[in-house]
C-alpha cells in the first residue's frame, strides 16, 4: 500500500535545521502516526511522502513557507505586567495561550521581561526556519472510520496514542 489520502501512515525521523542542529526525532521503537492528508503535519512533509510505500526513505527539504511559515512580526508584542494576574511570576520562555479574539487561544512565548515591560512572541518556535526531515516511512495503512471521523491517527494501541 502506498501513502495516499485517509492512509494512517507510521514514520521515524530526525528533523534538523539548516546548521544541522537536531530539533526533533522519532525512532523506529517509538515512530509517529499521522492521517495523511487530515493537516496532521507541516504541508510540505506531507506532499513529499504521498505515493511512498514501507521501506521508502526520503531526505525532504521543507522552507518556511510549506512548514511552520514565516515570522510574522504583528505577532511581537510588548505589554505590561498588568497584563498578566497579579502575582504572576514572569520568565524568558515560559509560554502561555491568551485570547487574540478570534476564539482559538494563540499561545505565547515570553522572549524578554525588562521592568514591567514584557515582550511576548505568538509565532510558532519553528517559524521562519528551514525543516530538514530524514524520513522512513515504516506502516502504511487504511484508517479507521473512527480515526477518519476524528481526523487523526490512533496509532497501533487505539486512540490514547500520538
Not at 521503537?29 to 511522502?49: C, R, T
Not at 502504511?140 to 487523526?152: C, F, I, K, M, P
Request: proline share 6%; hydrophobic share 35%; glycine share 12%.
Amino acid at each position: 500500500m502506498t501513502i495516499q489520502k485517509d492512509s494512517v501512515v507510521g514514520i521515524s525521523y530526525i528533523l534538523t535545521n539548516n546548521a544541522g542542529e537536531q530539533l526533533d526525532q522519532a525512532d523506529r521503537n517509538d515512530p509517529f502516526f499521522y492521517l495523511h492528508g487530515a493537516s496532521n503535519i507541516v504541508p510540505g512533509l506531507e506532499d513529499q511522502l504521498e505515493g511512498l510505500k514501507v521501506g521508502d526513505k526520503r531526505k525532504v527539504l521543507v522552507k518556511p513557507e510549506e512548514g511552520y511559515g514565516e515570522i510574522n512580526p504583528n505577532l511581537k508584542i510588548k505589554v505590561g505586567r498588568n497584563a498578566f494576574p497579579e502575582g504572576t511570576e514572569i520568565e524568558v520562555g515560559m509560554q502561555f495561550a491568551a485570547d487574540v479574539g478570534n476564539g482559538q487561544p494563540l499561545p505565547f512565548t515570553v522572549e524578554t521581561v525588562e521592568g514591567d515591560e514584557i515582550a511576548l512572541d505568538g509565532n510558532h518556535p519553528l517559524a521562519g526556519v528551514t525543516l530538514n526531515f530524514d524520513v522512513e516511512v515504516l506502516s502504511v495503512r487504511q484508517a479507521t472510520d473512527d480515526e477518519l471521523s476524528h481526523g487523526h491517527a490512533h496509532g497501533p494501541d487505539g486512540h490514547a496514542t500520538h
